[in-house]
Structures are given as C-alpha cells and as structure tokens.
C-alpha cells in the first residue's frame, strides 16, 4: 500500500486568511485529488492535480479561490483562500496507484474558519 | 451522472453480530468499486477494491461483493468487534471517471 502525509492536520483560522494544505505521497504518482468533505456530509471532488500542467477542477469550485500546486510527482498544495465559516471542512488529498488505480488518501485536514 | 447511494444510513449493532453493509449505484458501467472506512475527523482507510470483471473480494472479516447489473455491491463483515464502529464509505469509478462516492453507513458496535 501507499503513504500520503497531509499537513496540518487541523487548522482554527480567522475569516479573510487563507491556508495551504500540504501533501507528499512516499512514491510517484502521475494524478492527485483533493476532496472536501463538509460536515456530515460524503466527499465532493474539488479538482485533480497532475505535474506540470494546470489543475482540473470540478463544476463549483474555481482556481481563485482553491489554488493547486503540483511541482513534482509525489508533492502536492492546496491552498484555501480569503476562507469564510462556510469553508470548515475536512480536506483530503489522494492518489491512485497500480495497474488497478487503487485510490489511497492522507489523514485529512480539519479546517474551522471563525 | 452516476450516483451512489448507501443502505442503512446507520446501524447499530451487538459485538459479535455479522453484519451487511449495501452500495447502489445508478450507472452499471464501472471500471472499479471500491469500499473505506472513516473515522471521525480522520482521512479515509482503503478496505477493499472490486474490479469490474470480479464479483467478489476478501480481506480477514470482510467480503464485498459486486452485482454490476443489479447496480449493487454490498460489505460483510463477519463476527463484529467495538473496533469496527466508523463511517463505511463506498466509491464507484467509471471508464475514465473520477470516483463518486456514497454518503456513508455509519457503523456502532457495542461491547
């Protein structure tokens, strides 16, 4: 199996600021995903990140407000920008590895925004 | 747009006890299925994938089957323990799909 390491693993911030969420994966991967996880709710896909080219993001969810980086095969960033309270969430990132794109995930990030 | 639904919302159970867990989905071309566990205010941890072509996979007390034509798949999980309560989700991706996933069975076992 695979290891993802997400950082931090929560966060309390102030609305206006913005946040970056950190991923490292311990092997290449070509994709990674980031998902927001609202509470009590399942898992909406935010957008997928491959190296050197610009993420793609979901209907919903734009570039200005959740810039991706992608600077190598195994590390990733999300940042969550100019944050209000309706932004409190869970935010994961994942990989698929193997033939059969078995999908692994980091333990998250708890995000509050007072 | 596939979409993935899960039965029961929550379930509450006897330590000891088998129990099934049920996955719908609406689009039967799938590439793979997939089932995780969550716990609470945690990422999620990968139980068990199903490809396409399998009806079935195993891993100790749990056994996920897959009826693609049904639209359905389910997770056993034999001789339950209070270390098994989490959120149980699963995930169905199609050909050239990113993963939908269901909104969860939240599991309790008691002691």
């Known amino acids: 199996s695979a290891v993802i390491s997400q950082k931090p693993s929560r966060d309390i911030c102030q609305r206006g600021t913005s946040l970056t969420i950190q991923c490292q994966v311990d092997s290449q991967v070509t994709m990674m995903f980031w998902y927001r996880q609202q509470p009590g709710q399942s898992l909406t896909l935010i957008a997928t990140?491959?190296?050197?080219?610009?993420?793609?993001?979901e209907s919903g969810f734009v570039i200005d407000k959740f810039p991706i980086s992608r600077p190598n095969l195994t590390f990733s960033t999300l940042t969550v920008s100019n944050m209000s309270p309706e932004d409190s969430s869970i935010y994961l990132c994942?990989?698929?590895?193997?033939?059969?794109?078995?999908?692994?995930f980091g333990s998250g990030t708890q995000l509050s925004v007072l | 747009k596939q979409e993935v639904t899960q039965i029961p919302a929550a379930l509450s159970v006897p330590e000891g006890e088998n129990l099934v867990l049920n996955c719908s989905f609406t689009d039967s071309a799938i590439y793979n299925l997939q089932w995780f566990r969550q716990d609470p205010g945690k990422g999620l941890t990968s139980l068990l994938l199903i490809q396409s072509s399998q009806r079935e996979q195993t891993s100790g007390r749990l056994n996920a089957s897959l009826d693609k034509s049904s639209g359905r798949s389910t997770l056993y999980i034999a001789a339950s323990q209070p270390g098994d309560s989490a959120t149980y989700l699963c995930a169905v991706r199609g050909y050239g799909q990113n993963f939908v996933f269901g909104p969860g069975t939240r599991l309790s076992v008691l002691p």
């Open positions: 990140a491959n190296q050197g080219s610009e993420a793609t993001y």
């Open positions: 994942s990989a698929d590895f193997g033939t059969n794109e078995k999908l692994f």
